[in-house]
């Protein structure tokens, strides 16, 4: 029975995984149903500020930078901003986009200010994950407020640069301090089963490690790779990943303490 129920957890695990997952599988391009070209500037800039989200001696140091970058490493990067009324198709040919290029699109008016055409040729170096949590880092309501559209672009922006000159990333490098929260609480939640799973069901057991191996994709997934991964493949700081097997360690200690301590101790009449 206990193998049963065990079996279903794991495979409800694992369905919900999968499922999640298939939130990653699709290009993050905006859609270009429209076709404004009389919005676009007479010269060609690889910046079309047309939201006013850009400062002139921001944009004009962003100017400078991606044009500086496309000659030295061949990738093209644009940026669009947009809030009312958008040029639509009428970027494809305004920038000659093509395989081996990144068009920025931030637009006011969405639950999300970034979105992004890439060509397919990125995709080798920047896969489609890597595209989902930039825009969800840089592009969520409560990183804009705080920083500023103008500065979530640039780093956006920057951010794209760096991992295009190291040869790629799979996920954005850095860790949010909201991002390392929820790590710690998956790694605490992670030990509290594991502590729970080597509770002695018999007696004169101690450790119940037969129950803790059976346990493992449960606690194992938690702790590994949802408190473990995200900090390791993102920052080379070992304060955050001491402290996610600090929660680990703790949140097994008092799971599995607890109700032997509440057994010891003598009921007081």
Known sequence: MHHRIVTKVILALFVSLISLGTWF???????????????????V???????????????????????SFEQETGWKLRVLTQYERSPGRAVINFWGLDDRSILLVADGKGGNLLAFSVGDDVYDLLPRTFWIELQTRFGNMYYVREHGENNAIVHTIDTVKNCLADGGCLVVPGLPKEQWILTLVTSVVGGVIFGLAALPRKEGQVF??????????????????????????????????????????????????????????????
């Open 25 to 43: 599988i699709f290009p993050t391009h905006p859609a270009y149903a429209v076709n404004n070209p009389e919005l676009l500037p007479e010269e």
């Open 208 to 269: 119940a490690w037969q129950w803790v191996l059976i346990i493992s994709p449960l606690w194992g997934i938690l702790f590994f790779a949802f408190g473990m991964g995200p900090v390791v493949s993102r920052t080379s700081e070992w304060l955050p990943l001491f402290r996610n097997i600090i929660g680990f360690a703790l949140g097994a200690l008092v799971a599995y303490f607890s109700p032997l301590l509440n057994q010891q101790s003598p009921s007081e009449t």
């Open 45 to 67: 800039t690889p910046v079309v500020d047309l939201a006013n989200y850009l400062p002139d001696l921001q944009q004009e140091s962003l100017i400078e930078d991606i044009e």
